[in-house]
């Protein structure tokens, strides 16, 4: 040992004798060694509640088979007779009650949530079977026990269940409940109408999953929405959904091209190892096991009891189909139009739950989400669920009309369609020159527009690079109002724009595309837009000068143009009539602005790459498949393609 090292144990330990004489010196007793150590960490801690004005339980509420699901109940301090929000969640009832630490339900709970337990409301958040702290196994989105479900329990009964056990175990409640979620949660809010419970007064989905075939999250029309092979991985391959993989490049797009066919990715990393990979890539066509679980379909056949309030948004970049087809195929039932309701606002996915100023560089004059929230869903809960609620004066259907960023209150929905509506749509044409006619057919004998269309060079969905949907940096949220002027530059794409508007168009409804197109190969994707460019100068957002803002935009997998159940080779090099139906609009094309309609037949890598020649299965697609096929869109005489506009005055 060093003899300055020595020196300093010596200085120190006549320090410590020091120290310990003075102690004893003025009657103090030597603190005697712990007998053992065992560590500073309890094996329960119970933090303070004397600032919360909320009290949180945690409960394990048993279902009909047994299985006990983890449910978190928040009561707002001094609760009594108040109601109760039940959503069942596949991603974490813990998370989503500890979102933000804080002593106040209205910061430690989602905003829409907390301005709820603010208002008196008793929220509930449940882990469905199988995820997270829930018993069971997990099936994504659950089918109806039936057919396609043999355990005899589902999302319907464990709601039922959930709601059975709340109203008997918390003494706080007046026995009124209602279902609210987002997404998946609204799916579980719809799978809760099936066989209500009789304390259920409300139902709340939020642009719910309804047919994933159609055009919610697996497939749009046929066409399979492959990058949502990074959610199928990390929601099934773990109970706690923590397994997750790491894409080798920055830039999706290459990504997805290199890896050739969306089944030969899912290979190269492992997910034929999910069973619910291996069902839906088995599952191309819209067969017996997608209709069956189509719930829009489902709830038509069911009798109308409890009050829903439909919440879509209008720029959903995940389940742009569901609220609305679901409303739609409900709607007739509603005979006295006091039961059913929809709400269709300016947001991307989940947005009328948070912030709705803005949508990327798109401001709404006010929080739209907000307004919504105290104009229209708290009316429509409190008449329902409070005691002695007041009658809500809530219109059957709320729209937020983009363009003019105005709500409108209206008895139906659409305002407009081809028949049986208020209003006659009109047909906006593809003409020569790039030109659009509105309502007037072109005249000249045969026209057509080409393009070659190669999937060794797919269209990007957006700019490149394109990041992983939900990596931290992305923007996935905000992708359907993206400018379009990247699409607009490639040779692959055909872009129809109008004159300059002189008065505003104004539709409210779902536009519909006419294609009448040809192909080379024998398989064909197209995509059809519908977009408002904006003037060469926006005074005080100059950035928007010249934007091309999509209002309205599909893919259709041409060999389900007949029978999405029966796929079949699109004859080569012959005319076909294709019909798509675009997602729902409330929009005003605004005078000075200009109508554009873009085509074209990749949206890579959002969707897979169609081949362009037929094959059994596109999942399986190999490499000598993929061809360059030339694309021609017809534009006059028989064959004038046009797009369908829900024109309103």
Not at 58 to 80: C, F, H, Q, S, W
Not at 452 to 457: A, I, L
Not at 611 to 630: H, W
Request: aromatic content about 12%; some cysteine; overall charge negative.
């Amino acid at each position: 040992m060093p003899s300055s090292i020595r020196l300093y144990g010596r200085v120190a330990a006549g320090f410590m004798t020091a120290w310990v004489s003075v102690g004893f010196a003025a009657g103090q007793s030597a603190p005697s060694a712990p007998a053992s150590v065992t560590g500073d960490i309890p094996d329960k801690f119970e933090a303070s509640r004397t600032q919360a004005d909320f009290e949180k339980r945690e409960v394990m509420i048993p279902m009909r088979d047994g299985t006990k699901l983890y449910t978190v109940i928040v009561i707002p301090n001094g609760a009594t007779h108040a109601p109760i929000i039940l959503q069942r969640t596949p991603y974490s009832a813990a998370k989503f009650v500890a979102s933000t630490p804080s002593p106040r339900a209205a910061v430690a709970l989602p905003t829409a949530y907390g301005e709820l337990a603010d208002a008196g409301y008793i929220i509930v958040s449940q882990d469905v079977r199988g995820k997270y702290k829930s018993e069971g196994s997990y099936v994504m989105t659950r089918p109806l026990a039936g057919p396609l479900n043999d355990s005899g329990v589902d999302h319907a009964t464990d709601a039922y269940d959930t709601i059975d056990w709340l109203v008997k175990n918390v003494p706080e409640s007046n026995g009124r409940v209602a279902t609210m979620g987002t997404s998946y949660a609204g799916f579980t809010v719809l799978m809760s109408l099936v066989h209500p419970h009789p304390a259920l007064q409300a139902a709340v989905p939020f642009n719910p999953m309804v047919d994933p075939w159609m055009g919610d999250d697996w497939f749009h029309n046929g066409a399979f929405r492959q990058t949502y092979a990074d959610y199928i991985y990390w929601q099934t391959a773990a109970k706690s959904s923590d397994q997750d993989w790491k894409p080798a490049r920055y830039d999706a797009y290459e990504t997805w091209l290199e890896a050739g066919s969306a089944g030969a990715f899912g290979t190269s990393i492992g997910m034929d190892q999910l069973p619910f990979w291996k069902r839906l890539v088995s599952h191309p066509a819209y067969d017996d096991y997608w209709q069956s679980q189509a719930l829009d379909k489902i709830l038509a056949d069911q009798p109308l009891i409890v009050p829903t309030l439909y919440v879509h948004s209008q720029w959903d970049q995940e389940d742009i189909y569901g609220a609305v087809a679901t409303y739609a195929a409900t709607e007739p039932k509603d005979t006295r139009n006091d039961t059913n309701f929809l709400v269709i606002g300016p947001w991307r996915h989940g947005g009328g739950g948070g912030d709705g100023s803005s949508l990327g560089p798109f401001k709404f004059d006010g929080d739209t989400g907000r307004w919504f929230r105290l104009n229209v869903l708290r009316p429509f809960l409190d008449a329902r669920l409070k005691d002695g609620g007041a009658k809500a004066d809530i219109a059957p259907v709320t729209v937020f009309e983009t363009g003019s960023n105005q709500w409108r209150r209206y008895d139906r929905w659409p305002q407009s369609c081809a028949t049986g509506c208020p209003y006659e749509s009109r047909k906006l044409y593809l003409a020569a020159r790039s030109t659009l006619s509105l309502g007037s057919a072109p005249t000249e004998a045969v026209g057509f527009d080409e393009y070659v269309s190669d999937p060794r060079k797919p269209v990007t969905y957006r700019l490149r690079p394109i990041r992983p949907t939900y990596s931290d940096d992305s923007t996935w949220d905000r992708w359907l109002v993206d400018d379009q002027r990247f699409a607009g530059d490639r040779t692959d794409v055909l872009s129809y724009t109008s004159e300059v508007l002189k008065a505003p168009v104004r539709i409210a409804g779902q536009p519909v595309a006419h294609l009448y197109a040809a192909t080379s190969g024998t398989d064909s994707d197209w995509v059809v837009k519908l977009i408002d460019v904006y003037p060469d100068d926006v005074p005080g957002q100059l950035e928007l000068g010249g934007y091309e803002l999509p209002v309205a935009m599909d893919i259709l997998r041409g060999r389900y143009r007949d029978d999405p159940s029966r796929p079949s080779a699109v004859p080569a090099n012959q005319v076909i009539a294709y019909s798509l139906k675009l997602p729902h609009a409330d929009h005003v094309f605004l005078p000075g602005h200009r109508i554009m309609v873009q085509v074209q037949s990749s949206w890579f890598p959002l969707y897979d790459r169609n081949p362009q020649t037929f094959v059994e299965n596109i999942f399986y697609a190999k490499p000598s498949d993929y061809v360059a096929a030339r694309q021609r869109v017809y534009r006059s005489g028989k064959f004038a393609s046009y797009v369908d506009l829900p024109v309103v005055p």
